[in-house]
């Protein structure tokens, strides 16, 4: 406890050192001209690269002026609104499609498709040793964290783990896309065992099975889930799956691309920056801020209670303190979020189907009334509900548990993870570095004896 009391004490000392000597001044970053966020002023991305991969629009710069505009997300110039309604018309699931589509370039064939698929079911168990020695052995009770550890040790389990040839990439672009659904599943029922004292349930992935229908089958002690479950999590698995290069995850596989390390270096790095709660850890926050609501609003579908709680929320009085309104804004789109406008259509269904419409409506009083609080409180701004809005409803209402959450986030963009990892060695050509401006004043040294 000593020892415990000292340390907190110098942390307390080193804290406060930080805050008196290295503080960088706010309006520094308005004088030098720095991009923050590697944005420019009127909020559109600093261009940093070409991809071919996904391509994310959102407003229109016209005459010099950023216009806003309806969303629209492409997989290789194809709009995913088409592969959802195809997908649907059909009666199939389109993620492994849309997997292959991302990493090969192109649509393919019945022929190819079907090969693909066998290929992923080939991959997708992992080694015993794997499963015994990196998941049960060492769990966690965050899967996010656990999900990184066992992408990074699978450099040990390859047998070229370095190598940077386009053959060797994709042979690990394919078994990340098939074996990390079943980490994420076996990390879960890891946790479940050893942090919240439930039985263990290790399921084997199975080769007919879809990658929602293998992930459902894996996290249920039963193994039962139903079709509408399965196409679901599909339609979410294909809306997740891309969403260009400049966005924090795909940028930062491209960064750690860029210096030449290995695969699994690069999608663990990209594991961690979707966890946070600005990124990809979103839905997990909307879930807690609705929760927040409903404890606080009487009557949740009362548009002025409602709307009064959203100005507490802006206004840091309520919930985390950040005046984030979770699941509201984005960095491209302005009018709409197209996986969001999706996935709304599925939660109304499902809300309907499992008697949560009140719950579904604040959803949507959520969207309608933030865009003209937000202008009230703190100035006019165009802004749509995002995917992270309505993903996490969704998978309340599939009885997928909330630590799951941003893991599926994680399975769904591995492939386009590692086709933007394929593109940036491929054709990147520099390490990427951009400039930091020093406004430290120049100090001399002082010897220790007279400091």
């Known amino acids: 406890m000593q020892q415990n009391t000292k340390f907190n004490e110098a942390l307390e000392f080193f804290r406060d050192s930080v805050l008196e000597n290295a503080r960088i001044e706010p309006e520094h970053y308005n004088n030098y001209k720095v991009k923050r966020g590697l944005r420019n002023s009127d909020g559109t991305g600093v261009l940093a690269g070409l991809t071919t991969i996904g391509n994310v629009h959102g407003y229109i710069v016209s005459e010099d002026e950023k216009v806003a505009d309806e969303g629209r997300l492409r997989y290789r110039g194809i709009d995913v609104a088409e592969i959802v309604e195809s997908c649907q018309r059909e009666g199939r699931f389109g993620y492994e499609e849309v997997c292959y589509l991302l990493l090969l370039g192109k649509l393919p064939n019945k022929q190819e498709m079907q090969a693909f698929n066998e290929l992923l079911a080939e991959l997708r168990p992992v080694p015993y040793d794997f499963r015994e020695d990196v998941i049960m052995r060492c769990p966690s009770p965050n899967i996010m964290n656990k999900l990184a550890r066992a992408v990074l040790t699978s450099y040990s389990y390859d047998d070229d783990p370095d190598g940077i040839t386009l053959l060797n990439m994709i042979r690990q672009s394919m078994l990340l896309v098939a074996r990390v659904p079943t980490m994420v599943a076996y990390a879960y029922q890891a946790k479940l065992h050893y942090y919240d004292g439930k039985s263990l349930y290790i399921h084997n992935p199975q080769p007919e099975l879809s990658t929602a229908e293998n992930f459902l089958y894996m996290i249920r002690p039963d193994n039962r889930y139903t079709r509408l479950e399965a196409e679901v999590l599909d339609l979410a698995l294909i809306l997740h799956a891309e ?6 995850s795909a940028f930062t596989t491209r960064v750690v691309s860029s210096s030449g390390s290995d695969t699994y270096s690069a999608i663990a790095a990209a594991i961690g920056s979707l966890k946070g709660f600005r990124h990809g850890g979103a839905n997990q926050k909307v879930m807690g801020m609705v929760e927040d609501f409903k404890a606080h609003i009487e009557d949740i579908n009362d548009p002025d209670q409602v709307g009064e709680y959203i100005e507490k929320t802006l206004k840091r009085q309520t919930y985390d303190g950040t005046g984030l309104v979770y699941g509201m804004g984005h960095a491209i789109y302005t009018l709409s979020d197209p996986r969001a406008v999706m996935l709304k259509k599925k939660a109304a269904e499902l809300a309907k189907a499992n008697g949560q419409e009140r719950e579904f409506k604040l959803y949507t009083l959520i969207e309608e009334l ?15 509900a995002n995917v992270d809005l309505y993903s996490g409803f969704v998978y309340k209402m599939l009885n997928i548990p909330e630590e799951l959450y941003t893991p599926m986030f994680a399975i769904s963009r591995m492939a386009g993870w590692c086709a933007h990892r394929m593109e940036e060695v491929l054709y990147g050509g520099k390490i990427i570095r951009p400039a930091y401006k020093s406004v430290s004043k120049k100090t001399p040294y002082t010897s220790i004896e007279d400091r």
Request: net charge positive.
């Open 243 to 248: 969403h260009g290069g400049g966005n924090n």
């Open 370 to 384: 933030t865009p003209e609080i937000f202008a009230r409180v703190r100035g006019n701004k165009v802004m749509c």
